[in-house]
C-alpha cells in the first residue's frame, strides 16, 4: 500500500546498480506460546517487556488464531497461505516437500534474501545435512528432536541440526537434554519443568538470540531481506534457566480454568480418556498434584520470558543497525499450551489455550505517512496464520508472481491493509481480494486418540465446534466467558445461535467439496477415522527410473508396493511412476527403483520378526543384510541402507501393512517411498523467464 513501484521497475533500478529501497520483513515466532501469556494481555504478572512493546508499536490481534494448532499443520499455513482443507494438512504429520506457492521461495523469487533460524519442521535431510528449506537461502535450525543415545552417531538418534552440532562442538559427549532426560525420557512433549543444568549460554533459545543478532549486525546486502526467527520455547521442555525462574513465583501466573460443565472427564481417572494423568510424563490431560503443575506453570512462563529477552536483543540490534527504520515486525506462534486449563496440557485442541495465538505487526518509521491508525492499535477482526505468507507478499510486491486464481475467498489476506483501513472492508489485496473474513475455519485430525478429532468455526465472539468422534456439539459466548467454563450448546436461550453455526460448518464442508464423510443431506456426520491429508495435500513429483528409496510420511506418493512371492520382488504401486518399476538393491548398498527384471539385485526376503495382534515386524533382507534407517534418524527423506542385520535394532523393524505400505515400528512411523526429484520437475517445467 505504501509502495507503487512496479517488479519491472525495481528490475531496472537494480540493473542501473541502484538500491533497493522495498522494507526488510522480520518475522519472529515463538512455539507453543498462548495467547494471554504475553504482559500486554493482561492475564497475569508475567513480564514481557519486549513483545509487549511490540504490540504498542504497531498493530495487535484482538482475535487471532492457529487453525490447525499442531506444529507441523501451523507451519503448512504459514508456507502456503492457505486454509488446512485447501494447503491439505488437516492433522500432525508431515510438511509436504513442496507446494505450488510457498512464502520463502515467493520471496525470494521477487528479490529478497531469505534466510531461517531456529524452528522450521520441515525435515533434515541427513545425507546433505542440511534442513528442508522451501525457499530460504541461508539457514540455522533447531528443530528440537531426537533424542540422546550414547551408542548412536554423534550420540543422537533422529534430527542432528545446526544447534544439535554446535552443542556437541561445544560440550562433546553431553547430552543437550539432561535437564528432564532423567525424568520424562526426551521430554519434548512433557507436562514436567525443570530449570536448564547447563549454563544459559548453551540452552537453544539463547543460542538463537545470538545466531539472529549476529546475522543481522553482518548483514550487508543492498537487497532487501525476508528474515524468520523462530523460538523453539516455550515448548516443551519446561527448561528455563535458574536465574529466569527465580523471578517467577506463584502470584504472577493467571488464574487456571478448570470445573467447568464440561471438562471433568479430563482428571484422569482410570475411566478417562487413555493419556491422561500424573503418571505419564507426555500426557495430554490430567489433574496433577499442585505443586507439580505450579512447577510446570512457573517453568513455561520462565520460559516465554527468556525468549522475551532474545527478542529485545533482536530489537536492540534492529535499532543499533538503523534497520528498524525500514523492517516491518510479524509475531506470532504456531498453537499456545494447554497448562492445566480444563485438565489439558499440551496443543491440539479448539480451545483458546491452545488455538488462540498471539498475531503483532509492527510497521517501520519509512512508512509511517501511509499509515493511518495509531500505533498501539489492537483489532477486533478475525486474523490466522494464513495471513503471514500474504502481509509478508504485500510488503515486497511480489503478488504478480502468484499464479492467477491460485488463493480462494477463505485463504489468507494481507495485514498491510488494516493499516489503511482497520475496517478491513477495503481491504482488496491484489493476491486475495475481497473484504476481510467474518469469521474462521478450524479444524485438527486423531491427535493422541481417536476423541480427539474436531472442526470449529469461531468470530471471536461465538466459538462452535463438532467433536467428530462422538459426535457432539460444543458452543462458547467467548464475549462473556473467555475462559470457555460454559458449554452453551445445550442451552434452549442459544438454540438459534447454535444451528446458525452449524448450518455455516455444514455450508463450509458442501462448497469445499468434503463428500459424504463430513456432510450428508445437510447433516454433519460422525466420523470415527482420521484424515491427516486431504485430497489437496501436494503430491510430490513423478518417480523415474533410478530414483532413490528413502524415508517419507505415511500416506505420502510413491509409498505403497506389493511382494511377488514367486519372484521375491517388492513391486511399486504409485500410479505416479511408470508401470513394472522394482525396488532394487543398488552397489552402494542404497536402494532405489529399476525396471523389474529376475536379478539378484532385486531380490527380498520378508523375515518375521515377531507377530502381535495387530502387525507383523520383519526385516526386509537382501543377500544377507537389512534395510536400515540411515543413523536410526527420524523423519522423510532419510536414507534407507542395506546393513548388517541386528537383533532389537527399531531401524530394521518394519510393519507390511494391508495398504501396502512398509513402514517403521518406531522413528515416526517412516515407510519406503520412491522419491522424486523436484530439481528434474523444474527444468522441465520451469523457465526463468517466466517470472517477468
Known sequence: MAFTLTWLSFAACLALGMTDSRPNVLFLMADQLRWDALGIAGRSGIQTPNLDRLAKEGLMMKWSWTSTPTCTPARAALLTGQSPWNHGMLGYGNVADRYPVEMPRLLADAGYVTASFGKDHFGWNATSNHGIDHGYQTTQLYDGLGGWDPKAPNGWNGEFDDYDQWFQQQMPGKDPQATLDPVDGDGWNSWIGRPYVWDEY??????????????????????????????HRPHSPYDPPARVLDTVDATMLPTPYVNSNWDSRFRGTASDPPGCGQSNPDAWCGEMAANDTLNSRRCYYASTMFVDEQIGHIYQTLEETGLLNNTYIIFTADHGDGQGDHFHWRKGFPFEFSAHVPMLFRWPQSVEADVTIPRGTVSPLVSELRDVLHTAADI???????????????????????????????????????????????????????TVHWNALTDGVIKYIFNAYYPSEMLFNLSADPGEMVNLAGEASYGSTLALWRQRMVEQFEREGRGPDFVKNGTLQRRTKGTTYGPNFPKGPPVEVGDPVVTGANGAPADTWTYKSSTQQLVLNASESINGTCLVAKDDGSLAIDLCDTVAAQSFTLVELSTTMEYTYNQVVHNGQCATIKDNASGAGIPILLQACTPNNASQAWVFGASGRLCADQLDGQCFTAQGSWKRWESRHYKPEDDM
Not at 219 to 228: E, H, I, N, R, T
Not at 398 to 427: N, W, Y
Open 202 to 231: 548453551y540452552h537453544p533459545t539463547a543460542w538463537l538470540g545470538r545466531e539472529a543478532t549476529t546475522w543481522l549486525q553482518n548483514y550487508s546486502k543492498p537487497d532487501p531481506f525476508m528474515m524468520k526467527v523462530s523460538f
Open 396 to 450: 515486497g510486491q511480489a503478488t504478480h508472481l502468484i499464479p492467477a486464481g491460485h488463493f480462494k475467498p477463505e485463504d489468507g489476506k494481507s495485514l498491510l491493509c488494516l493499516l489503511k483501513d482497520i475496517s478491513g472492508k477495503t481491504c482488496e489485496y491484489q493476491g486475495n481480494p475481497g473484504p476481510w473474513r467474518t469469521y474462521l475455519d478450524l479444524e485438527h485430525s486423531n491427535v493422541y486418540n481417536e
